[in-house]
Protein backbone atom coordinates (compact mmCIF):
# COMPACT_ATOMS: atom_id res chain seq x y z
CA UNK A 1 0.00 0.00 0.00
CA UNK A 2 1.45 3.67 -0.77
CA UNK A 3 1.62 5.87 2.14
CA UNK A 4 0.76 9.54 1.39
CA UNK A 5 0.33 9.04 -2.04
CA UNK A 6 4.28 7.92 -2.95
CA UNK A 7 3.35 5.19 -5.39
CA UNK A 8 1.22 7.67 -7.62
CA UNK A 9 3.44 10.59 -7.11
CA UNK A 10 3.38 10.77 -11.50
CA UNK A 11 -0.36 12.14 -10.65
CA UNK A 12 -1.66 15.38 -10.39
CA UNK A 13 -4.84 14.46 -8.98
CA UNK A 14 -5.84 13.04 -5.20
CA UNK A 15 -7.53 13.63 -2.43
CA UNK A 16 -7.10 16.22 0.17
CA UNK A 17 -9.15 17.68 3.14
CA UNK A 18 -9.59 17.73 6.76
CA UNK A 19 -10.85 15.76 9.98
CA UNK A 20 -12.18 17.71 12.91
CA UNK A 21 -13.55 15.79 15.97
CA UNK A 22 -16.79 16.95 17.63
CA UNK A 23 -17.72 17.41 20.68
CA UNK A 24 -14.62 18.38 21.39
CA UNK A 25 -15.45 20.26 25.05
CA UNK A 26 -16.36 18.64 27.95
CA UNK A 27 -19.62 19.97 29.26
CA UNK A 28 -23.03 20.81 27.54
CA UNK A 29 -23.07 22.45 24.40
CA UNK A 30 -23.55 25.80 24.71
CA UNK A 31 -25.44 27.28 22.08
CA UNK A 32 -22.66 29.65 19.14
CA UNK A 33 -19.46 28.49 20.62
CA UNK A 34 -17.99 25.86 18.28
CA UNK A 35 -16.89 22.98 19.84
CA UNK A 36 -14.72 20.79 17.42
CA UNK A 37 -10.86 20.43 17.15
CA UNK A 38 -9.08 19.47 14.49
CA UNK A 39 -8.36 15.21 14.23
CA UNK A 40 -4.60 15.70 14.58
CA UNK A 41 -2.33 12.31 14.08
CA UNK A 42 -4.83 9.80 12.83
CA UNK A 43 -4.57 7.34 9.95
CA UNK A 44 -6.48 7.87 6.53
CA UNK A 45 -7.02 4.72 4.01
CA UNK A 46 -7.89 5.31 0.32
CA UNK A 47 -10.28 2.46 -0.71
CA UNK A 48 -10.66 1.00 -4.40
CA UNK A 49 -14.55 0.43 -5.51
CA UNK A 50 -13.71 -3.29 -3.84
CA UNK A 51 -12.18 -1.76 -0.55
CA UNK A 52 -8.92 -2.84 -1.53
CA UNK A 53 -6.17 -0.23 0.12
CA UNK A 54 -4.68 1.64 -2.04
CA UNK A 55 -2.94 4.31 0.06
CA UNK A 56 -2.73 5.90 3.11
CA UNK A 57 -2.08 9.33 5.30
CA UNK A 58 -1.69 10.39 8.90
CA UNK A 59 -3.36 14.19 9.34
CA UNK A 60 -1.00 17.14 10.39
CA UNK A 61 -1.68 18.65 13.63
CA UNK A 62 -4.19 20.74 11.75
CA UNK A 63 -6.42 17.97 11.23
CA UNK A 64 -5.25 18.02 7.06
CA UNK A 65 -4.54 15.62 4.57
CA UNK A 66 -3.45 15.32 1.23
CA UNK A 67 -3.30 11.76 -1.10
CA UNK A 68 -2.11 11.59 -4.26
CA UNK A 69 -3.55 9.14 -6.60
CA UNK A 70 -4.73 8.89 -10.25
CA UNK A 71 -8.26 9.52 -11.16
CA UNK A 72 -10.96 7.35 -10.19
CA UNK A 73 -13.72 6.12 -7.79
CA UNK A 74 -12.47 5.81 -3.76
CA UNK A 75 -13.26 5.52 -0.79
CA UNK A 76 -11.83 7.47 2.20
CA UNK A 77 -11.95 6.18 5.47
CA UNK A 78 -10.62 6.73 9.05
CA UNK A 79 -8.97 4.71 10.96
CA UNK A 80 -10.00 5.62 14.96
CA UNK A 81 -8.39 3.97 17.86
CA UNK A 82 -11.34 4.61 19.65
CA UNK A 83 -14.02 2.35 20.32
CA UNK A 84 -16.30 5.66 20.55
CA UNK A 85 -15.33 7.52 18.02
CA UNK A 86 -17.63 7.38 14.46
CA UNK A 87 -16.18 8.61 10.92
CA UNK A 88 -18.25 8.38 8.01
CA UNK A 89 -16.17 6.51 5.13
CA UNK A 90 -16.47 9.06 2.29
CA UNK A 91 -17.12 8.70 -1.23
CA UNK A 92 -15.13 10.14 -3.31
CA UNK A 93 -14.74 10.95 -7.25
CA UNK A 94 -10.96 12.28 -8.31
CA UNK A 95 -10.90 13.24 -11.85
CA UNK A 96 -7.49 13.93 -13.83
CA UNK A 97 -5.48 16.27 -13.34
CA UNK A 98 -8.12 17.68 -9.85
CA UNK A 99 -7.97 17.05 -6.13
CA UNK A 100 -11.48 16.31 -4.95
CA UNK A 101 -11.75 18.02 -1.25
CA UNK A 102 -12.82 15.92 1.35
CA UNK A 103 -13.85 16.94 4.88
CA UNK A 104 -14.84 14.65 7.10
CA UNK A 105 -16.45 15.43 10.67
CA UNK A 106 -16.11 12.48 13.07
CA UNK A 107 -18.44 11.92 16.37
CA UNK A 108 -16.00 11.88 19.35
CA UNK A 109 -18.47 10.05 21.47
CA UNK A 110 -18.70 12.73 24.27
CA UNK A 111 -21.63 13.77 25.68
Do not use: W
Amino acid sequence: MATGGAAAGRSNSGVRGAVTLSPACGGPQREGITCSAAYADVELRLLSDGGTPLASARTSSTGRFRLTVPAGHYLVKVMTTSKMTRCPAIAVVVTAQAFSVVDIECDSGMR
